[in-house]
């Protein structure tokens, strides 16, 4: 104890937590009480464990079955520990081996090789609706198990996922805790937004949309901790069973639960320095100085040298604690856990902190027919953001002669908003409180014949304050606009399943039935002009003295929507080789028209386990499997109310006139016209694979070929054929539009299996995907609004035939003319350069995306390795479209060397959207790199008090090489035109950050 | 056994109405009417059909000031320099607009003639009147217009004499049942013949966009000539003694008014930004509210301001025309007269020149002299951070040199509206669209184009004689085509008609600050590159305009 209360005092990051103190002493006093075990013990075993090769296995759980007594090996393999009897039974488990019973009869000394799990075929996968072992999965399905994910500063599920599953594309909107990250399987589908996978939680299927308006992920409530592992449904066959929610590929996430005969108290602490990764190298006080009177400018110099990115930025500091314990006894098994991260933003006034707790709880009744899964998990997350495209967009482009601060230590005004102004003035805080809990008996009414309801309730609560602070210079009058939200998701189903084997058949069937109803309230209030105090009008709003329905106008929204399933799978298995499985699901859906109210998803695939088969069994192989399955998939991600008219009687402008004196009369518009024939998206994929298995499981990997055709692609059209419409918004299905992703994943691992005491584990995974847009009844549908002064009405992405989704359609620059204008190709060659003249420029979905990892062992040390990168991608920097060119060099505004690159460039060419602004976005990141130290407790002797101490220090995005001179190449404002989606721009994003971050883990 | 939630999944709408159920006849008919006129006060603001009739023409400029305002990318330039293209926003949002105020008259038109209410037969007529208002916009601006008779069919695409003939029918239809007591700010019988004149007017134009000379007919001229002598014989209407009052925040009963939109500041959609387009960023109009200000956008050309020189020699034009300016503040001839009570403060209006003066700001609030009044002083460019930079008003304008927040003439011809706290929304004053002075002048001008250069002389002397509250401008002594277009330019500057005028009297290819573009082609504008797209599922139904 003594030592690891050095440890910490070592730490010069710990002092100031005096809490991680107290919480220490706490567990101490609890690993205490679990010591002080009031068993009866009268007989001591000990021995040594070891693998297949005899090398001693350390760490290994070694615990008297039916009871909570246990111990852990050592960092020679050897363990001790009492046992009540010669009758009790000791169960020896590890990670990756096959777990062994021995009975202790009239030994004291039981030596025990475990055998490793031959090429993990024992696996369990889990499926919609059950879990299967991995060897007779037929659909492609990629299981990623905590010990695998991404370490460091992690907000939201996908984080951990990232670059660990071919097929598989995470990319953050930017570098700001906690923010949205895209995550697309297999390539996006369709036009409109809603190509993000459905989520499922131990059974319990989320809802996607926001549960704030704050830019926070809703996904962020879950602790990345709690979680034990994510399985990715990749293939039609894999996710048909979620019928017209699977078209994007299905994420199950499953989380901790405890073992019975073991019990654990873990604490878990990190500590991290982020600053930013890459800041843009914008001109230096003296630099600018030079460049605006080459520029031709008058130059406005304030003699100071600031560096505007420094001052808005930080070295910022994330902390985490994490407490669980879990175990359990026969009938009943717990995990329990409550976390805090803590995270600063590397811009000032940006933080994120999130308190979750969860408790998973098992308890088996009626000679364990009946089983009854519970869990419950709550979360506090608490969001502040900075203005940011403000701050970033000042900190760009603030002229470096101005000071940061007054002589009073003040941000200086100087009759322009910096950034730093900015920051003072403008607040955005987000809190959201959401709890999930479900609950899942199953019973098995006769043998084989398993009936599971799940019945679960989401909920949360939020609420957002924008606030603008009062000021005199510059002056603000101040306003407080608080959004309201709050979103339900309630979920029953009832499943029955049957598993029967006769001979060399093996059959399991399920059918079942699911209901779930999505309520979702949003409302907005404001108020205006707060007299200058100390008081932040959030703190009290009433302080406000001005409310007009012009200026405050409430904002809100209530929707309700309900889906219906059936749904029912077979799977069946005949010696052991031939495998098959059929899905099916009725799904229906308010959102549908009536004339559509459900939709059928139907899936086959079938498996051959040809190593099973005489003929492979002389070569090679450990494992040697082909899948190939065929399915059809929807996507019901359209918005409520849209196949029903609606009517708005309103006074807001452009509704109201003055007919005559008195009162204004409210003018009645429709905003939709009804559409019942509405309906979902519908993908069929195909799928081909084969997972292999060399050198006894040491080398093993998959690769699958994949297609997936969306059709009836659902639009809302920016502006139809006759431009004369009654409503202002028309939805409608494309039938005859297509779109098709499809490429190949190669998945490979190398386990090097020795017997002395290195280790080591390579591998990797790559994906090859192609995707194009076909039959598009239109010339182009636009996406992608570009921003800044001038720029607002174009657009930079669109979907245009032959092309992939994510295209950017752009005039093409071809330099300068003898003015020192800019010129664009007159493709079309009628003599003007305009609209029509726009090509695709390239695509912001990459055409390969990889991933490749390294871990080597030895002894106490761990170091992993881990890269990811995408090529064949671009990005459109607009960012430096609005901020580095010449004429804003001129008019004292910083940029890059970008601005005046072209010393044949006027001053007064103004920068149109263009490919001049398209870069390349192909990068390779060192994702993660991780240096791990297990101390020896046994030799510490500290065993009896503590299982396993470990130590790490994990950097986090250490670099990224890239052609990209932005913040990151990774990279998706949201520029969304009309529920078009947008893909690949960057303007003014959060920069992303660059951390280290050390950990310590206790287990006692 | 278990727990099964059963659906008939019927969706349950919680927030929108679905029918417009609960509503009184009244109510119906007033909801019915009422957007097809709201659609106007966001069409007719400042970067939407004001940029598209002023910034192209030579009455207008807007340079990219001092680097850092009103760069937009350099559309107001490209507006100015006749380079516009299909991408560019106002040209888009102005068609929107258009198009957004004629699917309006057209649900009116099908939902009025069942509603069992006594205003609902007027309303009907006046939603016809406003779908010939916006077509008549929509081929002006571009040529074009879609016509249709079910609300959900695809409209017909017409150009040319077909649209004059389509608009000119729609204007008859609705004249009989038309209120003649509704006006200024809705649709009369008045209003209509105005509209009717100025659509015979412009025929020619319409009929052959790209001549080199426009053949105007006698018959359309007889058109114009009868429809205004109906409204000046009606004798509802009368010219204003006071020509600033006709832009003034009370103008709504100003009997010179006969069409304009009727602005309160209380109502959704209300702006000021007429007023406050022009004015530089450091003046202040209202003592109450230390945010209103103005924002350095267009001033007119030297061109134009030497048409008002050239026509008045050695006498300023301020003294020679009560249409140029009107001073409200004493300090500009009275050095001594720095203090001013916040009743008494009203910025001077018309066309501004030299140093500006008015309220200061400091430290957030307006500097007072010590009996409660405000004080009156120089200002200078502080807001653009430039606080030695006096706003002081001069001729040149240019894309080069004289482009800073100081450059060109500005003009302040509505009236700030006094309730504009923020100085962009809450305006007062009717944004005109017909007034009287403009129908003496179209009499003028078809009697001109008819040979009668005598009565034109006359009805423009008429109009010149009628400001009588300060001295009125002299009496012409001759009449000639390029007379009028300078006259319909004192009397009209920046009131949304100088490009439409100027392509009539052939001078829209002419040269003039900043401009040299003469491509006939120029004269519509294009169709925006959105709406070809959009229509590019039906080939060969919107076809884009020559040379875009």
Redesign the interface.
């Known amino acids: 104890m003594k030592k690891i209360y050095e440890l910490f005092q070592e730490r010069k990051l710990l002092s100031p937590l005096r809490r991680s103190y107290f919480i220490l002493s706490v567990l101490v006093v609890l690993a205490g009480f679990n010591g002080a075990n009031a068993y009866a013990q009268n007989k001591t075993v000990s021995g040594k464990i070891t693998d297949e090769v005899g090398e001693p296995l350390p760490g290994v759980n070694v615990i008297e079955k039916g009871t909570t007594n246990g111990t852990v090996s050592d960092a020679d393999g050897n363990y001790k520990l009492s046992v009540a009897s010669s009758e009790s039974v000791l169960v020896f488990s590890f990670v990756g081996t096959v777990s062994q019973q021995i009975t202790v009869g009239s030994q004291s000394e039981i030596t025990v090789k475990l055998s490793s799990d031959a090429s993990t075929l024992s696996e369990v996968v889990v499926m919609g609706y059950g879990t299967q072992e991995k060897k007779d999965v037929t659909g492609s399905v990629a299981s990623v198990k905590s010990e695998d994910f991404n370490k460091g500063i992690i907000n939201s599920p996908e984080q951990l996922l990232q670059g660990k599953v071919a097929g598989v594309n995470v990319v953050s909107a930017s570098g700001e805790p906690g923010g949205n990250q895209a995550i697309t399987i297999r390539g996006p589908g369709g036009v409109r937004t809603g190509s993000t996978p459905l989520f499922v939680v131990d059974g319990m299927a989320l809802d996607n949309t926001s549960t704030s308006g704050g830019g926070v992920n809703p996904l962020n409530f879950l602790n990345p901790k709690d979680i034990a592992s994510i399985d990715v449904l990749k293939d039609a066959s894999a996710t048909a069973i979620y019928g017209s929610r699977g078209a994007n590929g299905v994420v199950l996430i499953t989380t901790r639960r405890g073992k019975a005969g073991s019990s654990s108290i873990t604490y878990s602490t990190d500590f991290g320095l982020s600053k930013m990764a890459r800041p843009i190298d914008v001109f230096t006080g003296d630099e600018f100085r030079q460049n605006v009177v080459a520029a031709g ?1 008058l130059l ?1 110099d304030q003699g100071a040298n600031t560096d505007w990115q420094k001052e808005v930025s930080r070295t910022a500091l994330t902390q985490n604690h994490n407490i669980s314990f879990g175990g359990g006894a026969d009938k009943l098994t717990y995990y329990a856990s409550l976390g805090m991260q803590d995270q600063e933003g590397i811009l000032k006034n940006s933080n994120m902190k999130r308190y979750s707790g969860r408790v998973n709880v098992t308890q088996k009744a009626l000679n364990d027919r009946l089983s009854i899964d519970l869990n419950l998990n709550a979360t506090n997350t608490v969001n502040e953001r900075p203005p940011i495209e403000s701050v970033i967009g000042g900190a760009l482009s603030m002229n470096p002669t101005y000071p940061a601060y007054d002589d009073n230590g003040d941000p200086a005004f ?3 908003v910096t950034p730093l102004v900015e920051l003072k003035l403008n607040k955005d805080i987000t809190t959201i409180d959401r709890a999930i809990g479900n609950i899942s008996p199953s019973f098995e009414i006769i043998k084989g014949l398993v ?1 599971k ?1 799940n ?1 679960g309730v989401d909920n949360s609560n939020s609420v957002r304050d924008i606030e603008s602070l009062p ?3 510059p ?1 603000r ?1 101040g306003r407080i606009e608080s959004v309201y939200k709050h979103n339900s998701n309630s979920l ?1 189903e ?1 499943y029955i399943t049957y598993t029967k084997s006769f001979g060399e058949h093996s059959l399991t069937a399920m059918i079942g ?1 699911s ?1 779930q ?1 999505f309520y979702i309230q949003e409302r907005g209030y404001s108020i205006n002009n707060f007299a200058i105090s100390d008081v932040e009008p959030r703190n009290n709003p009433s302080l406000g003295s001005s409310l007009t ?2 200026d405050n106008r409430p904002t ?7 889906l ?1 399933s059936f749904f029912g799978r077979a799977t069946y298995e005949w010696k052991n080789k031939y495998l098959a499985t059929a899905t099916f699901r009725a799904d ?5 028209g009536d004339n559509n ?1 459900y939709g059928y998803f139907p899936s086959f695939s079938v498996g051959w386990r040809l190593s099973e088969e005489e003929f492979i069994k002389s070569l090679p192989f450990s494992n040697l499997k082909l899948r190939a399955g065929w399915g059809q998939t929807g996507n019901q991600d359209l918005p ?2 849209k ?7 309103s ?9 005559y004196t008195g009162p ?8 939709r ?1 009804a559409n019942p024939d509405l309906q979902w998206e519908v993908s069929t994929q195909t799928d081909v694979g084969l997972d292999f298995g060399f050198l006894d499981g040491a080398l093993s990997g998959s690769v699958d070929y994949f297609s997936k055709k969306t059709n009836n692609i659902l639009l809302r ?10 409503a ?1 918004e028309t939805w409608t299905n494309l039938k005859d539009m297509t779109v098709t992703n499809s490429g190949l994943e190669l998945a490979l691992n190398y386990q090097f299996k020795s017997t002395s005491d290195f280790r080591y584990n390579v591998g990797g995974n790559i994906t090859f995907i192609s995707n194009k847009v076909e039959d598009s ?6 996406s992608g609004t570009a921003t ?7 657009t930079i992405n669109g979907y245009v035939n032959g092309e992939p989704i994510g295209t950017f359609y752009l005039k093409e620059f071809t330099g300068f003319d003898a003015n020192g204008q800019s010129t664009y190709a007159d493709n079309d060659g009628d003599g ?5 003249d726009r090509i695709a420029a390239g695509t912001a979905l990459p055409k390969k995306m990889y991933n490749f990892y390294a871990s080597v062992a030895y002894k106490g040390f761990d170091l992993t390795a881990n890269f990811n990168g995408v090529s064949g991608n671009k990005v459109y920097d607009n960012t430096a479209n609005a901020n580095f060119y010449k ?2 060099v ?4 910083n940029a890059t060397d970008e601005a005046i690159a072209n010393p044949e460039e006027s001053a ?1 060419n ?3 959207v263009s490919t001049r602004y398209l870069k390349d976005a192909a990068f390779l990141r060192l994702n993660n790199l991780s240096l791990g130290y297990n101390f020896n407790t046994t030799s510490l002797k500290i065993n009896n008090w503590v299982k396993a101490i470990r130590l790490s220090v994990t950097g986090q995005n250490l670099f990224v090489i890239t052609k990209y001179d932005g913040y990151d190449p990774e990279v998706n404002t949201e520029r969304t035109l009309d529920n078009a989606s947008s893909y690949g721009i960057d303007y003014l994003s959060y920069p992303k950050a660059k951390s280290v971050v050390f950990g310590l883990n206790v287990t006692f | ?7 008939d ?12 159920s609960g ?1 009184s006849a009244k ?2 008919a ?13 069409l007719f603001n400042h970067t939407n059909y004001f940029a598209l009739q002023e910034i192209s023409t030579d009455e207008a400029i807007l340079p ?1 000031r ?3 305002d009103w ?5 107001y ?1 490209a507006m100015h320099q006749h380079t516009y ?5 106002n040209i ?1 949002s102005t ?2 607009f258009i ?2 105020g ?3 008259a ?2 009116a038109i099908s ?1 009025l003639p069942a509603i069992d209410d006594e205003s609902a037969k007027v309303y009907l007529a006046e939603a016809r009147g406003m779908k010939a208002f916006y077509s008549m916009l929509s081929l002006d601006l571009f040529g074009l217009v ?1 016509t ?1 008779g079910n ?2 069919d ?2 017909t695409i017409l150009r040319g004499a077909e649209a004059v003939e389509y608009i000119k029918a729609d204007l008859l239809a609705a004249e009989a049942d038309l209120d003649p007591n509704a006006g200024p ?2 649709l009369t019988p008045a209003a209509v013949w105005g509209l009717l004149a100025r659509l015979h007017l412009n025929a020619a134009v319409y009929a052959d966009r790209y001549a080199t000379s426009f053949n105007f007919a006698g018959d359309d001229m007889d058109k114009v000539i009868s429809y205004t002598e109906k409204i000046i014989q009606s004798g509802k209407y009368q010219l204003s003694n006071d020509y600033f009052a006709v832009f003034g925040n009370n103008n709504h009963d100003n009997k010179e008014l006969i069409f304009a939109i ?1 602005q ?1 500041f ?4 209300s702006h000021n930004r007429l007023a406050y387009f022009s004015i530089s960023g450091d003046q202040w109009p209202l003592a109450n509210y ?2 209103a200000n103005g924002t350095d956008g267009p001033a007119i050309t030297p061109d134009f301001y030497r048409t008002w020189t050239d026509a008045y020699g050695a006498t300023d034009p301020a003294n020679a025309d009560p249409r140029f300016y009107k001073q409200n503040l004493a300090i500009y001839s009275d050095p001594t007269a720095t203090c001013v009570s916040a009743d008494n403060y009203n910025i001077n209006r018309g066309i501004l020149r030299g140093q500006q003066y008015g309220l200061v ?1 400091q ?3 307006f500097v007072k002299c010590g009996d409660g009044t405000y004080q009156m002083a120089k200002l200078f460019n ?4 430039k ?1 030695t930079l006096p706003v002081d008003f001069t001729l040149d304008v240019n ?2 040199t004289f482009s800073n927040h100081n450059n060109g003439y500005r003009v302040e011809k509505y009236e700030f509206g006094k309730n504009s706290d923020t100085g962009r ?2 305006g007062d004053a009717d944004i005109i669209i017909l007034r009287l002075a403009d129908v003496h002048l179209m009499h003028a001008e078809a009697k001109l184009r008819k040979g009668d250069a005598g009565t034109a002389l006359q009805d423009v002397n008429t109009v010149r004689a009628a400001r009588t509250l300060t001295t009125a401008a002299p009496a012409l002594t001759s009449m000639n085509l390029d007379l009028l277009l300078r006259e319909r330019g004192f009397e009209l500057y920046w009131e949304m008609h100088r490009r439409t005028d100027m392509i009539r009297f052939g001078k829209y290819e002419s040269t003039w600050t900043e401009k040299t573009n003469s491509d006939v082609r120029k004269r519509i504008f ?1 169709i925006p ?10 080939p060969g ?2 076809v ?1 305009n020559e ?2």
């Open positions: 400018g406005d100087l009759n322009l009936y309801l019945f000021s005199l210079q002056a009058i029953i009832n039935q209901y109803k329905l012009t809100a929204s209530t929707i309700k929507n309900e219906q229906g859906s308010t959102k549908f109210k409520e109310k196949t029903q008219a609606s009517f708005n009687s006074t807001a402008a452009g509704s109201t006139y003055p007919l204004y009369p409210a003018g009645t518009t429709f905003t016209l059209l920016l502006a139809t054929a006759d431009p004369v419409q009654v202002t009844p239109y010339t182009v549908i636009p800044g002064s001038g720029l607002t009405s174009a003007v350069v305009t609209d029509k004429l804003r001129k008019n004292n505004l007064t103004p920068a149109s | 056994m278990g727990i099964i939630g059963c659906t999944l019927n969706e349950q709408v919680l927030d929108e109405t679905l029918s417009p509503t109510q119906a007033d909801g019915a009417i009422a957007p097809v006129y709201g659609r106007l006060y966001d990219y001092g680097g850092t760069g937009d990318n350099g559309i330039i293209t299909s991408s560019d926003p888009r068609w929107t198009n957004q004629i699917a309006k057209l649900v939902a879609f249709k609300v959900n695809v409209s700010g809705r009727d309160r209380d109502i959704a959609g230390p945010n700001k430290n957030g609030a502080v807001s653009r951070n606080p894309y080069s929304n809450k294009p590159q959105t709406a070809i797209d959009a229509a590019s599922n039906i139904y919107l884009q040379g875009y």
